[in-house]
């Protein structure tokens, strides 16, 4: 598995781990940060695609900034561009402080 170390494999089968105890106890918590940082990756992605997404005849904060654009009304669009960026940071900081707390717990753990 992704950023896995050979020497915790290693570990685990001199420890005895059947493959199931290896993949649940050892390589899932070890590449769980990387998933995470996927799933954080994918999310970014889907927030910057939200104007793009409008085109389609959505209702929501992503529909007030394509009408801001539109008629050339800078305020709302302002307000409506950092309530998307600001949505986006505090998902980001949310995955980023979990991904931190799985790591951690699978270094104790290890």
């Given at each position: 598995?992704?950023?896995?170390?050979?020497?915790?494999?290693?570990?685990a089968?001199?420890?005895?781990?059947?493959?199931?105890?290896?993949?649940?106890?050892?390589?899932?918590?070890?590449?769980l940060?990387?998933?995470m940082?996927?799933?954080?990756?994918?999310?970014?992605?889907?927030?910057?695609?939200?104007?793009?997404?409008?085109?389609?005849?959505?209702?929501?904060?992503?529909?007030?900034?394509?009408?801001?654009?539109?008629?050339?009304?800078?305020?709302?669009?302002i307000?409506?561009?950092?309530?998307?960026?600001?949505?986006?940071?505090?998902?980001?900081?949310?995955?980023?402080?979990?991904?931190?707390?799985?790591?951690?717990?699978?270094?104790?753990?290890?």
């Open positions: 598995m992704l950023n896995v170390a050979r020497s915790c494999l290693a570990a089968d001199t420890a005895g781990c059947t493959p199931r105890q290896k993949l649940t106890n050892v390589q899932f918590p070890l590449a940060p990387d998933m940082l996927g799933i954080n990756q994918t999310i970014m992605f889907a927030f910057g695609m939200l104007v793009i997404i409008a085109l389609v005849g959505t209702r929501g904060l992503e529909h007030d900034t394509l009408v801001a654009i539109s008629k050339v009304q800078p305020g709302e669009g307000v409506a561009g950092l309530g998307i960026a600001f949505l986006s940071i505090i998902i980001d900081l949310l995955i980023r402080e979990y991904s931190r707390t799985l790591q951690n717990r699978a270094w104790r753990a290890g």
